[in-house]
Protein backbone atom coordinates (compact mmCIF):
# COMPACT_ATOMS: atom_id res chain seq x y z
CA UNK A 1 0.00 0.00 0.00
CA UNK A 2 1.56 3.21 -0.85
CA UNK A 3 1.86 6.23 1.72
CA UNK A 4 -0.76 7.80 0.30
CA UNK A 5 -3.37 5.44 0.40
CA UNK A 6 -2.70 4.74 3.79
CA UNK A 7 -2.68 8.18 5.15
CA UNK A 8 -5.98 8.09 3.40
CA UNK A 9 -7.22 5.46 5.36
CA UNK A 10 -5.26 6.46 8.72
CA UNK A 11 -7.81 9.96 8.68
CA UNK A 12 -10.98 7.49 8.30
CA UNK A 13 -9.96 5.67 11.25
CA UNK A 14 -9.29 8.70 12.72
CA UNK A 15 -12.38 10.01 11.99
CA UNK A 16 -14.29 6.98 13.48
CA UNK A 17 -12.22 6.71 16.38
CA UNK A 18 -13.49 10.71 17.41
CA UNK A 19 -9.94 11.25 17.85
CA UNK A 20 -7.40 14.18 16.27
CA UNK A 21 -3.53 14.02 17.41
CA UNK A 22 -1.42 11.30 15.54
CA UNK A 23 1.96 10.13 15.30
CA UNK A 24 3.68 9.17 12.45
CA UNK A 25 7.66 7.54 12.72
CA UNK A 26 9.88 5.57 10.74
CA UNK A 27 9.93 1.80 11.09
CA UNK A 28 6.51 1.98 14.05
CA UNK A 29 3.31 1.96 14.18
CA UNK A 30 0.68 4.38 13.74
CA UNK A 31 0.07 6.40 17.25
CA UNK A 32 -3.09 8.40 18.32
CA UNK A 33 -3.92 10.01 21.13
CA UNK A 34 -6.99 9.25 23.07
CA UNK A 35 -8.02 9.86 26.64
CA UNK A 36 -6.33 7.54 28.09
CA UNK A 37 -2.68 8.04 26.23
CA UNK A 38 -1.43 6.98 22.87
CA UNK A 39 -2.98 4.06 21.63
CA UNK A 40 -0.93 2.11 18.84
CA UNK A 41 -2.53 1.08 15.48
CA UNK A 42 -1.12 -2.55 14.63
CA UNK A 43 -3.74 -3.63 12.56
CA UNK A 44 -2.39 -0.53 9.79
CA UNK A 45 0.71 -2.07 10.27
CA UNK A 46 4.21 -0.34 10.33
CA UNK A 47 5.16 2.52 8.23
CA UNK A 48 8.60 1.71 6.41
CA UNK A 49 11.06 5.08 5.04
CA UNK A 50 9.03 5.19 1.67
CA UNK A 51 5.52 4.99 3.17
CA UNK A 52 7.14 8.18 5.49
CA UNK A 53 8.73 10.01 2.40
CA UNK A 54 5.12 9.70 0.68
CA UNK A 55 3.18 10.73 3.28
CA UNK A 56 5.52 13.73 4.46
CA UNK A 57 5.10 14.62 0.21
CA UNK A 58 1.50 14.37 0.21
CA UNK A 59 1.00 16.85 2.91
CA UNK A 60 3.42 18.98 1.67
CA UNK A 61 1.52 18.99 -1.80
CA UNK A 62 -1.46 19.80 0.08
CA UNK A 63 -0.39 23.09 1.57
CA UNK A 64 0.77 24.07 -1.73
CA UNK A 65 -2.47 22.92 -3.47
CA UNK A 66 -4.10 25.65 -0.94
CA UNK A 67 -1.06 28.15 -1.97
CA UNK A 68 -2.28 31.67 -4.13
CA UNK A 69 0.83 30.84 -6.19
CA UNK A 70 1.26 34.87 -6.29
CA UNK A 71 4.22 36.24 -8.01
CA UNK A 72 5.56 32.61 -9.00
CA UNK A 73 6.46 32.78 -12.83
CA UNK A 74 5.90 30.41 -16.08
CA UNK A 75 2.36 28.94 -16.77
CA UNK A 76 2.30 25.80 -15.66
CA UNK A 77 0.58 25.28 -12.37
CA UNK A 78 1.45 22.03 -12.02
CA UNK A 79 4.93 22.44 -12.44
CA UNK A 80 5.36 25.44 -10.17
CA UNK A 81 3.24 23.35 -7.54
CA UNK A 82 6.12 20.34 -8.13
CA UNK A 83 9.12 22.91 -7.93
CA UNK A 84 7.64 24.14 -4.31
CA UNK A 85 7.28 20.39 -2.92
CA UNK A 86 10.68 20.27 -3.72
CA UNK A 87 11.88 23.32 -2.30
CA UNK A 88 9.99 22.25 0.85
CA UNK A 89 11.27 19.37 1.14
CA UNK A 90 15.09 20.43 0.62
CA UNK A 91 14.28 23.38 3.46
CA UNK A 92 13.13 20.80 5.78
CA UNK A 93 16.30 18.55 4.77
CA UNK A 94 18.56 21.73 5.83
CA UNK A 95 16.59 22.48 8.78
CA UNK A 96 15.64 19.31 10.45
CA UNK A 97 11.99 20.42 11.21
CA UNK A 98 9.38 21.92 9.20
CA UNK A 99 6.17 23.10 10.90
CA UNK A 100 3.14 24.06 9.05
CA UNK A 101 -0.71 23.72 8.01
CA UNK A 102 -2.54 22.30 5.19
CA UNK A 103 -5.84 21.18 3.38
CA UNK A 104 -7.99 17.88 4.46
CA UNK A 105 -6.69 15.31 3.06
CA UNK A 106 -9.46 13.10 0.57
CA UNK A 107 -10.70 10.01 2.31
CA UNK A 108 -11.70 7.55 -0.06
CA UNK A 109 -13.31 7.61 -3.24
CA UNK A 110 -16.72 9.60 -2.11
CA UNK A 111 -14.78 12.99 -2.09
CA UNK A 112 -14.82 13.00 1.23
CA UNK A 113 -11.67 14.61 3.68
CA UNK A 114 -10.54 15.58 6.73
CA UNK A 115 -10.63 18.63 8.40
CA UNK A 116 -7.20 21.22 8.08
CA UNK A 117 -4.03 19.72 9.42
CA UNK A 118 -1.32 21.25 11.68
CA UNK A 119 1.80 19.23 10.84
CA UNK A 120 4.81 18.84 12.32
CA UNK A 121 7.75 17.05 10.12
CA UNK A 122 11.24 16.39 12.45
CA UNK A 123 13.70 13.94 12.72
CA UNK A 124 14.80 11.20 15.06
CA UNK A 125 17.06 8.28 15.97
CA UNK A 126 14.19 6.10 14.17
CA UNK A 127 14.39 8.78 10.94
CA UNK A 128 11.28 10.88 10.14
CA UNK A 129 8.53 11.10 12.15
CA UNK A 130 5.42 13.52 11.52
CA UNK A 131 3.14 14.79 14.39
CA UNK A 132 -0.56 15.68 12.70
CA UNK A 133 -3.33 16.97 14.63
CA UNK A 134 -6.52 17.21 12.72
CA UNK A 135 -8.43 20.51 13.24
CA UNK A 136 -11.94 21.69 13.15
CA UNK A 137 -13.87 22.76 10.09
CA UNK A 138 -16.03 24.42 12.05
CA UNK A 139 -14.70 27.47 14.76
CA UNK A 140 -16.60 26.38 17.64
CA UNK A 141 -18.37 28.63 19.63
CA UNK A 142 -16.70 29.82 22.99
CA UNK A 143 -20.22 28.11 25.18
CA UNK A 144 -18.89 25.17 23.59
CA UNK A 145 -15.26 25.17 25.32
CA UNK A 146 -16.63 24.87 28.78
CA UNK A 147 -15.89 28.80 29.74
CA UNK A 148 -18.25 30.09 32.31
CA UNK A 149 -21.23 32.47 30.83
CA UNK A 150 -19.51 36.04 33.22
CA UNK A 151 -16.41 35.07 31.96
CA UNK A 152 -17.78 34.20 28.13
CA UNK A 153 -19.11 38.05 28.33
CA UNK A 154 -16.12 39.55 29.97
CA UNK A 155 -14.02 37.98 26.91
CA UNK A 156 -16.49 39.53 24.34
CA UNK A 157 -16.79 42.95 25.79
CA UNK A 158 -12.87 42.90 26.13
CA UNK A 159 -12.49 42.26 22.25
CA UNK A 160 -14.54 45.52 21.61
CA UNK A 161 -12.54 47.76 23.06
CA UNK A 162 -10.86 50.37 20.75
CA UNK A 163 -7.13 49.12 22.07
CA UNK A 164 -5.32 47.48 24.94
CA UNK A 165 -3.52 43.96 24.98
CA UNK A 166 -5.77 40.42 25.80
CA UNK A 167 -3.34 37.13 26.11
CA UNK A 168 -4.53 33.78 26.12
CA UNK A 169 -1.54 31.41 27.47
CA UNK A 170 -1.13 28.25 28.10
CA UNK A 171 1.07 24.92 27.25
CA UNK A 172 1.28 23.39 23.60
CA UNK A 173 -1.98 21.60 23.36
CA UNK A 174 -3.72 23.70 25.77
CA UNK A 175 -6.49 25.06 22.97
CA UNK A 176 -5.36 28.62 22.90
CA UNK A 177 -5.53 28.58 19.15
CA UNK A 178 -8.98 27.35 19.40
CA UNK A 179 -10.24 29.95 22.29
CA UNK A 180 -8.59 32.97 20.09
CA UNK A 181 -10.29 31.80 16.92
CA UNK A 182 -13.45 31.43 18.77
CA UNK A 183 -13.05 35.26 19.95
CA UNK A 184 -12.24 36.61 16.51
CA UNK A 185 -14.98 34.83 14.64
CA UNK A 186 -17.37 36.20 16.73
CA UNK A 187 -15.99 39.66 16.16
CA UNK A 188 -16.42 38.67 12.35
CA UNK A 189 -20.07 37.89 12.35
CA UNK A 190 -20.95 40.62 14.63
CA UNK A 191 -18.85 43.87 14.38
CA UNK A 192 -17.90 45.97 11.31
CA UNK A 193 -13.83 45.74 11.85
CA UNK A 194 -10.51 45.00 9.95
CA UNK A 195 -8.79 41.76 11.57
CA UNK A 196 -5.28 40.88 10.55
CA UNK A 197 -3.75 38.04 11.90
CA UNK A 198 0.01 36.74 11.67
CA UNK A 199 0.14 33.08 12.12
CA UNK A 200 2.88 30.43 12.09
CA UNK A 201 0.74 28.09 10.54
CA UNK A 202 -2.85 29.41 9.95
CA UNK A 203 -4.72 27.14 11.58
CA UNK A 204 -8.40 28.40 11.67
CA UNK A 205 -9.69 30.13 8.76
CA UNK A 206 -12.52 32.38 8.61
CA UNK A 207 -15.40 32.47 5.52
CA UNK A 208 -15.88 35.97 4.04
CA UNK A 209 -19.86 35.24 4.59
CA UNK A 210 -21.73 33.82 7.20
CA UNK A 211 -25.17 32.61 7.90
CA UNK A 212 -27.95 35.02 7.21
CA UNK A 213 -29.33 35.62 11.26
CA UNK A 214 -32.96 36.25 9.19
CA UNK A 215 -33.24 33.67 6.91
CA UNK A 216 -31.92 30.43 7.44
CA UNK A 217 -29.78 28.62 4.49
CA UNK A 218 -28.60 31.70 3.05
CA UNK A 219 -24.95 33.16 3.39
CA UNK A 220 -24.54 36.95 3.38
CA UNK A 221 -21.01 39.09 3.61
CA UNK A 222 -19.50 39.41 7.11
CA UNK A 223 -19.94 42.99 8.31
CA UNK A 224 -15.90 42.48 9.28
CA UNK A 225 -12.58 41.48 6.40
CA UNK A 226 -10.37 39.69 7.90
CA UNK A 227 -6.68 39.39 6.96
CA UNK A 228 -5.25 36.19 7.37
CA UNK A 229 -1.00 35.88 6.93
CA UNK A 230 1.03 33.02 6.86
CA UNK A 231 4.80 32.61 8.08
CA UNK A 232 6.56 31.54 4.85
CA UNK A 233 3.55 32.09 2.60
CA UNK A 234 1.96 35.41 2.99
CA UNK A 235 5.14 36.75 4.56
CA UNK A 236 8.72 36.48 4.62
CA UNK A 237 9.37 35.69 8.60
CA UNK A 238 7.24 36.18 11.52
CA UNK A 239 9.34 39.10 12.11
CA UNK A 240 8.33 40.53 8.75
CA UNK A 241 4.71 40.00 9.40
CA UNK A 242 5.16 42.52 12.91
CA UNK A 243 6.90 45.07 11.14
CA UNK A 244 3.71 45.30 8.25
CA UNK A 245 1.11 45.03 10.47
CA UNK A 246 0.63 48.32 11.62
CA UNK A 247 0.33 49.50 7.62
CA UNK A 248 -2.77 47.64 6.80
CA UNK A 249 -4.70 49.87 9.18
CA UNK A 250 -6.60 47.14 11.36
CA UNK A 251 -8.85 47.51 14.31
CA UNK A 252 -7.75 44.26 15.98
CA UNK A 253 -4.60 42.62 15.33
CA UNK A 254 -4.00 38.67 16.44
CA UNK A 255 -0.33 37.58 16.62
CA UNK A 256 -0.41 33.85 17.09
CA UNK A 257 2.50 33.89 19.29
CA UNK A 258 5.17 36.11 21.30
CA UNK A 259 8.27 34.40 20.83
CA UNK A 260 10.63 37.01 21.80
CA UNK A 261 11.37 40.76 22.95
CA UNK A 262 10.41 41.79 19.44
CA UNK A 263 7.36 40.49 19.27
CA UNK A 264 6.39 41.67 22.55
CA UNK A 265 7.62 45.19 21.78
CA UNK A 266 5.60 45.30 18.92
CA UNK A 267 2.34 43.75 20.67
CA UNK A 268 2.76 46.68 23.29
CA UNK A 269 3.34 49.29 20.84
CA UNK A 270 0.63 48.02 19.22
CA UNK A 271 -1.66 48.51 21.95
CA UNK A 272 -0.59 51.89 22.84
CA UNK A 273 -0.84 53.21 19.85
CA UNK A 274 -4.96 52.67 19.96
CA UNK A 275 -5.02 49.07 18.17
CA UNK A 276 -6.78 45.89 20.52
CA UNK A 277 -3.87 43.02 19.94
CA UNK A 278 -4.84 39.33 20.78
CA UNK A 279 -1.93 37.15 20.77
CA UNK A 280 -0.18 34.12 22.97
CA UNK A 281 2.07 32.86 25.67
CA UNK A 282 3.25 29.63 26.51
CA UNK A 283 2.60 29.93 30.17
CA UNK A 284 0.27 28.92 32.86
CA UNK A 285 -1.44 31.51 35.08
CA UNK A 286 -1.20 35.00 35.07
CA UNK A 287 1.27 35.23 37.87
CA UNK A 288 3.57 33.20 35.81
CA UNK A 289 3.01 34.86 32.98
CA UNK A 290 3.86 38.40 34.00
CA UNK A 291 6.82 36.62 34.85
CA UNK A 292 8.10 34.86 31.48
CA UNK A 293 7.38 38.95 30.29
CA UNK A 294 9.65 40.23 32.39
CA UNK A 295 12.16 37.46 31.45
CA UNK A 296 12.38 39.27 27.98
CA UNK A 297 13.67 42.55 29.22
CA UNK A 298 17.46 43.63 30.74
CA UNK A 299 16.05 43.82 34.87
CA UNK A 300 16.66 47.46 34.27
CA UNK A 301 13.68 48.24 31.78
CA UNK A 302 11.17 45.79 34.50
CA UNK A 303 9.75 48.27 36.03
CA UNK A 304 8.64 50.51 32.74
CA UNK A 305 7.53 47.42 30.67
CA UNK A 306 5.26 46.85 33.82
CA UNK A 307 3.94 50.84 34.16
CA UNK A 308 2.97 50.10 30.62
CA UNK A 309 1.64 46.68 30.74
CA UNK A 310 -0.57 48.16 33.65
CA UNK A 311 -2.13 50.79 31.01
CA UNK A 312 -2.44 48.54 28.03
CA UNK A 313 -3.51 45.20 29.53
CA UNK A 314 -6.87 44.01 29.37
CA UNK A 315 -7.16 40.50 30.45
CA UNK A 316 -5.03 37.08 30.87
CA UNK A 317 -6.75 34.07 30.59
CA UNK A 318 -4.43 31.09 31.04
CA UNK A 319 -5.91 27.75 30.05
CA UNK A 320 -5.36 24.08 29.96
CA UNK A 321 -6.46 20.74 29.12
CA UNK A 322 -7.14 17.79 31.40
CA UNK A 323 -8.07 14.48 30.85
CA UNK A 324 -11.28 14.12 32.32
CA UNK A 325 -13.57 11.16 33.83
CA UNK A 326 -15.35 11.09 29.82
CA UNK A 327 -13.61 13.45 27.70
CA UNK A 328 -10.86 16.35 28.09
CA UNK A 329 -12.01 19.45 30.21
CA UNK A 330 -10.86 22.79 29.79
CA UNK A 331 -9.56 24.59 32.69
CA UNK A 332 -8.17 28.10 33.30
CA UNK A 333 -7.33 30.79 35.24
CA UNK A 334 -8.64 35.02 34.16
CA UNK A 335 -7.19 37.90 35.58
CA UNK A 336 -8.99 40.89 34.21
CA UNK A 337 -7.74 44.47 34.54
CA UNK A 338 -10.72 46.43 35.17
CA UNK A 339 -9.85 48.46 38.93
CA UNK A 340 -7.26 50.23 40.13
CA UNK A 341 -6.58 47.30 42.71
CA UNK A 342 -5.63 45.18 39.92
CA UNK A 343 -3.31 47.58 37.73
CA UNK A 344 -1.59 48.87 40.85
CA UNK A 345 -0.75 44.77 41.57
CA UNK A 346 0.62 44.69 37.99
CA UNK A 347 2.81 48.01 38.13
CA UNK A 348 4.42 46.77 41.88
CA UNK A 349 4.87 43.60 40.61
CA UNK A 350 8.48 42.06 42.09
CA UNK A 351 8.37 38.87 40.83
CA UNK A 352 6.70 37.22 44.21
CA UNK A 353 3.28 36.06 43.91
CA UNK A 354 1.21 37.46 46.52
CA UNK A 355 -0.47 40.69 45.38
CA UNK A 356 -1.26 39.38 41.65
CA UNK A 357 -2.73 36.26 43.38
CA UNK A 358 -4.69 38.71 46.15
CA UNK A 359 -6.40 40.17 43.29
CA UNK A 360 -7.42 37.68 41.43
CA UNK A 361 -9.54 36.12 44.12
CA UNK A 362 -11.61 39.27 43.53
CA UNK A 363 -14.97 39.42 41.86
CA UNK A 364 -15.03 38.78 38.23
CA UNK A 365 -11.77 37.05 37.99
CA UNK A 366 -11.20 33.13 38.07
CA UNK A 367 -8.33 31.63 40.24
CA UNK A 368 -6.93 28.26 38.72
CA UNK A 369 -7.36 25.83 41.89
CA UNK A 370 -10.70 27.39 42.34
CA UNK A 371 -11.79 26.14 38.87
CA UNK A 372 -10.43 22.97 39.19
CA UNK A 373 -12.33 22.11 42.34
CA UNK A 374 -15.30 23.61 40.50
CA UNK A 375 -14.84 20.65 38.03
CA UNK A 376 -14.11 18.16 40.72
CA UNK A 377 -17.14 19.00 42.58
CA UNK A 378 -19.09 18.29 39.26
CA UNK A 379 -17.18 14.53 39.11
CA UNK A 380 -15.88 15.83 35.99
CA UNK A 381 -12.67 15.08 36.69
CA UNK A 382 -10.68 12.73 39.74
CA UNK A 383 -8.96 13.87 42.60
CA UNK A 384 -6.13 12.44 41.26
CA UNK A 385 -6.12 15.22 38.41
CA UNK A 386 -7.16 17.82 40.71
CA UNK A 387 -3.89 17.17 43.06
CA UNK A 388 -1.62 16.91 39.92
CA UNK A 389 -3.25 19.83 37.75
CA UNK A 390 -3.65 22.66 41.14
CA UNK A 391 -0.94 25.33 41.60
CA UNK A 392 -1.15 25.40 45.27
CA UNK A 393 -0.28 21.99 46.13
CA UNK A 394 -0.53 22.33 50.04
CA UNK A 395 -4.07 22.67 49.93
CA UNK A 396 -7.06 20.21 49.97
CA UNK A 397 -10.46 20.74 48.20
CA UNK A 398 -12.84 21.28 50.71
Excluded at 32 to 42: A, C, I
Excluded at 63 to 70: K, L, Q
Excluded at 108 to 116: I, N, V
Amino acid sequence: MSGVDLLSIIFQVCRKLGVSDIQMRTSRPVYVHTNKGVEKLDYLGILDAGNMDEILKELIRNRESGSHGFGQSGSNGNQRAEDKIQEAIAEFAERKVSDFSCDGISMGSSGEKSGRLRIQAHLSSSGLGVTCRILNDFIPELEQLGIDPDTIETLRRSVLKRAGLCLVTGPTGSGKSTTLASLIDWVRQHHPKHIVTVEDPIEYQYPDDMDDPEYPGYRVPCPSIVTQQEVGRDVQSYRQGLKDVLRKAPHIILLGEIRDREAMETCMEAAQTGHLVLSTLHTTGAVKTMGRILELYPKDNHHSVLSRLSEILIFIHSQGLLNGVQRRVLTYEFLHNSEDAVSSAIANYDGGARSLEDVITRSGNIQWDSNLKRLLSKGLITYETFQNAKMNRDEDPD
